[in-house]
């Protein structure tokens, strides 16, 4: 069973900066994609950083150059850092991954590919 753990977010000040981290676990053959989207209050879901499993990152343009996101490929761990934040940047933050899950039944492996989303870890950025 594939599980994403999430840790990190809480409360900070306008123009402070927090970490989140993911990882995942689990019956994983091969990231194809890992990030980060977030929620925020009465909105839709929405991008903020992800990397493909070439390393390639997407941010949304309103992230550019205050959050960097990372990675560790052998843990299966993204992290993001995020700097001067602001107020709009009040949400619930989920790790998102796409995974090639590989199973083994009757002497053949199979392979299939699945959508996966952490718990969510708020975010709060206010004086």
């Known amino acids: 069973q594939v599980q994403l753990v999430e840790s990190g977010g809480g409360w900070v000040q306008p123009g402070g900066s927090l970490g989140l981290s993911c990882t995942a676990s689990?019956?994983?053959?091969?990231?194809?994609?890992m990030g980060w989207y977030r929620q925020p209050p009465g909105k839709q879901r929405e991008l903020v950083a992800t990397?493909?499993?070439?390393?390639?990152?997407n941010y949304a343009d309103s992230m550019k150059g205050r959050f960097t996101i990372s990675r560790d490929s052998a843990k299966k761990t993204v992290h993001l850092q995020m700097t001067s934040l602001k107020p709009d940047d009040l949400s619930l933050y989920y790790c998102?991954?796409?995974?090639?899950?590989?199973?083994?039944?009757?002497?053949?492996?199979?392979?299939?590919?699945?959508?996966?989303w952490g718990q969510g870890t708020q975010v709060t950025v206010s004086s």
């Open positions: 998102y991954a796409a995974l090639e899950i590989r199973t083994f039944s009757c002497g053949i492996y199979s392979y299939a590919s699945h959508d996966y």
């Open positions: 990397f493909t499993s070439i390393g390639e990152t």
């Open positions: 689990g019956n994983i053959f091969n990231v194809i994609a």
